[in-house]
């Protein structure tokens, strides 16, 4: 079992900033991707930011030039820092991660955090 615990959602005004934090623990080998997704009512689940083992990041247009994914190798830990919020960012945010179980390395599997809510509003 994989657990993946967020954390730092919540109110903001437009232009405001949050940091979401996801430490995932459990029968992990390794992990070779983190990222967030985020699903807005009556919508799809969508990608926010995704970060790899080694790196290499990955964003959603909307989001590009005010959100930052970063990651913490050693503590299996993601974290996106939210700048210039918008309403249109209001959503439920929920940390993902692609891993290898330490009881067959050959598998990738996929975790989910229960959520966090962000709400921009004035």
């Known amino acids: 079992q994989v657990q993946l615990v967020e954390s730092g959602g919540g109110l903001v005004q437009p232009g405001g900033s949050l940091r979401l934090s996801c430490a995932a623990s459990g029968s992990i080998f390794s992990i070779y991707a983190m990222g967030w997704y985020r699903q807005a009512p009556g919508k799809q689940r969508e990608l926010v930011a995704a970060i790899t083992s080694g790196g290499n990041t990955n964003y959603a247009g909307s989001v590009k030039g005010r959100f930052t994914i970063s990651r913490d190798n050693a503590k299996n830990t993601v974290y996106l820092q939210m700048n210039d919020l918008k309403p249109e960012d209001t959503a439920v945010y929920y940390c993902?991660?692609?891993?290898?179980?330490?009881?067959?390395?050959?598998?990738?599997?996929?975790?989910w955090g229960q959520g966090t809510l962000v709400t921009v509003s004035s």
């Open positions: 993902n991660s692609h891993y290898a179980p330490d009881y067959d390395v050959s598998l990738a599997l996929d975790a």
